[in-house]
């Protein structure tokens, strides 16, 4: 028979990685009859899933899947039988800034922006144990106890089913950890914590088990309707060889907050002066992963700008523009300087002299001017100036204009969820105006959205 063929999806920046924190589960898996694939497709469709039987998000991060390739996903599932995992993180999606519930809330299930604690732990708050499973399950059969290690909660919506809660006297308490979800031919599961399955960390995957609930994980993940097809011979084998990658990408992914794997350190953007292109396929690859970083830098350039618009506080500490000014001093050093007929050591004691001359200006500053009563209005962007988004294409539009109303549908059966949730006290106030605050933004932002493309398309 056909083996069991795995898409650790590699396209969107995961935090789990086989190659580098996720070896020892690769190997368990490979152990027990499964095949485990770098997958590197960009963007994810229908068409380059169909050989797989289980694709893994193992946490995205700072980067987003596509509406289109949620479109694509959601068909792969439902149709093909596929098998889903999504693992997250403490702080869900707003903390990874990824849109995993995105996808997620397609079967009924989101990631919450919190983090599970608890005093009953392996040593530390945000490493709760965890022992409350029910309904029985296949995933949690002959599972006592896991830590559930930097960890988010989750929220079903819909016909999705929790299988793993928090503890009584958890924060949050009672509150999903783990949720499954049969669609149509496939399954789904999600889990807010992906360190349970990290290497060589207290309460990983060493954890014995958390080794059990892998194998009974992934083994649920092959649907009964893959299984057919492979008894039928109707199933497809990956082209690629398992472990290998579908090209290059010019970012390593951050594998923890600091960004360190082990002892070696991984910069969040890497240019190379030489790049090799052996196929159609690299060069969209490598383009789309300079567009990717591209978009990540301009939603943080965009979030400072709103966070310093939107700030009480207008003083400009000197200290920060000393050193801003020290780190532009400093040019990037190359191997070989190129003759361009200019004296350097020249040039760079006349900046270093009017530095001088700044830095002494900005020292004798003893008291900076105070805050307007009244705030002028930003000034109109400049014209000419290229706007920060990328015109969409019709399909594109669709495609988007697809996920919003199935994410307003979501959110909807999300509201009278809570509302029922509040109405058998199962839920406190504060949370309950607390989430109910958040859905009410969310489906007032997607209808503003919708609007709009509804706009674009008539133009189109």
């Avoid at 396209?11 to 589960?25: E, F, Q």
């Avoid at 990824?98 to 997620?104: C, E, R, V, Y």
């Avoid at 949370?431 to 933004?441: A, G, H, R, S, T």
Wanted: glycine share 6%.
């Amino acid at each position: 028979m056909v083996g069991n063929f795995i898409a650790w999806n590699e396209s969107h920046k995961p935090r789990g990685r086989i190659d580098i924190n996720y070896k020892t589960i690769k190997q368990l898996l490979d152990s027990q009859g499964f095949e485990s694939y770098q997958f590197s497709e960009f963007p994810i469709t229908h068409k380059t899933l169909k050989p797989y039987d289980i694709l893994v998000f193992a946490c995205p991060d700072f980067a987003k899947i596509a509406p289109q390739e949620i479109n694509e996903i959601e068909n792969w599932v439902r149709e093909d039988g596929g098998g889903l995992l999504l693992l997250s993180h403490a702080g869900g999606d707003k903390g990874r800034q990824t849109n995993l519930s995105a996808l997620a809330e397609r079967f009924g299930i989101t990631f919450e922006n919190d983090q599970v604690l608890s005093p009953n732990n392996y040593g530390m708050e945000n490493l709760p144990k965890a022992s409350t499973f029910t309904p029985p399950h296949q995933i949690t059969e002959e599972i006592n106890e896991i830590c559930y290690r930097a960890g988010c909660s989750l929220t079903t919506i819909g016909g999705s089913v929790p299988i793993a809660m928090s503890d009584q006297d958890a924060d949050p308490f009672s509150v999903p950890l783990i949720i499954v979800s049969e669609a149509d031919n496939g399954l789904v599961c999600a889990i807010g914590s992906y360190e349970i399955f990290r290497d060589e960390i207290g309460c990983g995957i060493e954890n014995d088990q958390h080794k059990k609930l892998a194998l009974n994980l992934f083994t649920w993940l092959i649907s009964e309707y893959r299984l057919t097809m492979k008894k039928k011979g109707i199933s497809t084998i990956p082209s690629k060889k398992p472990g290998l990658g579908y090209g290059s990408s010019l970012h390593p992914s951050l594998s923890d907050a600091e960004g360190e794997v082990g002892s070696q350190m991984y910069s969040p953007i890497t240019v190379k002066s030489e790049i090799k292109i052996s196929s159609k396929s690299d060069l969209i690859q490598t383009l789309y992963s300079v567009l990717d970083e591209l978009n990540a830098l301009s939603d943080v350039v965009n979030k400072l700008i709103d966070s310093v618009i939107g700030s009480e506080d207008e003083i400009i500490e000197l200290q920060a523009i000393k050193e801003m000014q020290e780190k532009v001093q400093q040019p990037p050093q190359l191997e070989e300087a190129p003759d361009l007929g200019i004296d350097f050591e020249k040039l760079k004691r006349e900046v270093e002299a009017e530095t001088v001359e700044e830095d002494n200006e900005l020292s004798e500053l003893t008291e900076l001017p105070k805050k307007p009563s009244t705030e002028k209005p930003l000034p109109p962007r400049p014209k000419g100036m290229p706007s920060t988004k990328k015109k969409q294409s019709k399909k594109e539009l669709n495609a988007e204009l697809e996920g919003l109303e199935s994410k307003i549908n979501s959110v909807k059966n999300l509201i009278n969820f809570l509302k029922k949730k509040k109405g058998d006290g199962k839920i406190k106030q504060n949370d309950y105006n607390k989430q109910m605050k958040k859905l009410k933004y969310d489906l007032e932002n997607a209808t503003n959205k919708i609007e709009e493309i509804k706009k674009l398309l008539k133009k189109k």
